[in-house]
């Protein structure tokens, strides 16, 4: 007879997974994935190399597993943050602000999984993810064109652009933070005007961060 693991042998299993997932993550944070290795990874969880071969064939295969969770759960906080309540800018602006202040609280994680040469696998993971952002901003752009909150566009144009706008710009401040506190205001700025929804956002924030009077009016195209 076929051995057939016990409900209590596979959680063990996938909490042990989800453990190395962790401590791999944890060095991505620290150094990208140049500082996580097979080795460094059983070093810091106290494992084996076997054991963690048990469960990934290689590093690649452990990094792409890594960048799936952790962009995963930055994919989810922009899909909450579109789906608040406002019109299309207004949600835009969110989630813009949103995805940019969270990159600049983890750079280096942020950095990793954005702009860092990595194998093809991970790659592979990374044009995956860019799809899953461009879906849900054209989601957004087009109820805005539909509403006639934003002008008409391709919407799928629009989105793909975004993504690549915001990765862009993101990479150097990512790389080498910038003691900008308006990074994300800008940002949000910019992306709104590309579509076509300026005047959106309010300088409250730069004001109270003691910008200068002739600098606290809209931001106008």
């Given at each position: 007879?076929?051995?057939r693991?016990?409900?209590?042998?596979?959680?063990?299993?996938a909490?042990?997974r989800e453990?190395?997932?962790?401590?791999?993550?944890?060095?991505v944070?620290?150094?990208?994935?140049?500082?996580m290795?097979?080795?460094t990874?059983?070093?810091?969880?106290?494992?084996g190399v076997?054991?963690l071969?048990?469960?990934?064939?290689?590093?690649?295969t452990?990094?792409?597993?890594v960048?799936?969770?952790?962009?995963?759960?930055?994919?989810?906080?922009?899909?909450?943050a579109?789906?608040?309540?406002?019109?299309?800018?207004?949600?835009?602006?969110?989630?813009?602000r949103?995805?940019a202040?969270?990159?600049l609280?983890a750079?280096r994680?942020?950095?990793?999984l954005i702009a860092?040469?990595?194998?093809?696998?991970?790659?592979a993971?990374?044009?995956r993810y860019?799809?899953?952002?461009?879906?849900l901003?054209q989601?957004?752009l087009?109820?805005?064109?539909?509403?006639g909150?934003?002008?008409?566009?391709s919407?799928?144009?629009?989105?793909?652009?975004?993504v690549?706008?915001?990765?862009?710009a993101?990479v150097?401040?990512?790389a080498a933070p910038l003691n900008?506190a308006r990074?994300?205001?800008?940002?949000?700025?910019?992306c709104?005007?590309a579509?076509g929804?300026?005047?959106k956002i309010?300088?409250?924030?730069?004001?109270?961060?003691?910008e200068?009077h002739?600098r606290?009016?809209?931001?106008?195209?």
């Open positions: 007879m076929a051995y693991e016990t409900a209590q042998v596979k959680a063990r299993k909490a042990q453990a190395l997932l962790r401590t791999a993550e944890t060095l944070r620290e150094g990208g994935f140049a500082a290795t097979m080795q990874v059983a070093d810091r969880a106290g494992v076997g054991t071969y048990r469960y990934f064939d290689n590093k690649a452990l990094a792409a597993a960048f799936a969770v952790a962009t995963q759960r930055e994919v989810d906080a922009v899909d909450r579109l789906a608040g309540g406002g019109d299309a800018a207004v949600r835009l602006e969110r989630a813009l949103l995805f202040r969270r990159a609280a750079p994680l942020a950095w990793a860092e040469p990595v194998e093809p696998e991970v790659d993971e990374r044009l860019r799809a899953a952002y461009a879906a901003y989601r957004v087009d109820q805005g064109v539909a509403a909150e934003l002008p008409p566009q919407t799928a144009l629009a989105a793909a652009a975004l690549g706008a915001i990765a862009e993101l150097g401040p990512l900008d990074l994300a205001d800008h940002l949000a700025a910019f709104l005007r579509v929804a300026p005047g309010q300088h409250d924030e730069l004001i109270e961060a003691g200068n002739e606290s009016e809209r931001f106008t195209g």
